[in-house]
């Protein structure tokens, strides 16, 4: 994050905690990033990892939290349907809101995301709560759940096969192919591609 980033992300923060404004709880937010014991840390206290995201494009953090076996409270949409299930995870329902691209500076409304009905999140917040206190054996099931679907998913194993196909595909025919090639490759090929072969042999010494 850039500085002014982090200023507004805690700006917007603070403007929440004063409005919602009594807890019945510690706040603790987290403004950069921590080592990795720090990290195992946190998950080892974490019972459910909550994400109440209108659209992603990887969230990185559930998956870490979700491969190490903690279950999620998340939005049931299609930005998460490939790294959560109804097994892993206790999931809040949404409706489709139009919006603007990220940093179009047009401002003209183009795509969508998902507005959360924070009624259902709330709901699956208490059911979770009772999940963990009193029904252990459900718990430990959307645990081992979401370890499974994280290897499924995105472990070393399910990916590495993809790597070294497309990069044996690249040392093989020096091409990216027509899907995915940048335009003007044709006038760019002679510089670029020997070096991406090149890095190509160099990435399936690493995932071999």
Excluded at 65 to 88: C, K, N, W, Y
Aim: hydrophobic fraction near 40%.
């Amino acid at each position: 994050m850039e500085d002014t980033d982090i200023v507004d992300a805690f700006a917007k923060m603070l403007k929440a905690l004063y409005t919602l404004d009594p807890f019945a709880c510690r706040v603790v937010v987290i403004g950069g990033p921590v080592n990795p014991d720090q990290y195992r840390a946190l998950i080892d206290a974490t019972t459910y990892m909550v994400s109440s995201a209108h659209a992603s494009a990887q969230d990185q953090a559930l998956l870490a939290f979700m491969a190490a076996g903690v279950p999620a409270i998340v939005p049931r949409h299609t930005a998460l349907q490939e790294s959560t299930d109804e097994a892993s995870a206790l999931q809040c329902e949404t409706s489709l809101q139009r919006v603007e691209y990220p940093g179009d500076p047009r401002i003209v409304r183009r795509t969508f995301t998902h507005r959360i009905r924070w009624d259902t999140l709330l709901e699956r917040i208490e059911a979770g709560y009772t999940v963990a206190l009193q029904d252990v054996e459900t718990y430990q099931g959307m645990s081992r759940r979401a370890r499974e679907l994280q290897a499924e998913y995105c472990s070393i194993a399910s990916v590495k096969p993809v790597v070294e196909d497309f990069f044996q595909e690249l040392c093989r025919t020096g091409s990216l192919g027509s899907t995915i090639a940048p335009a003007g490759a044709a006038q760019t090929s002679r510089a670029l591609w020997p070096r991406l072969r090149r890095f190509a042999a160099r990435m399936l010494g690493k995932v071999s």
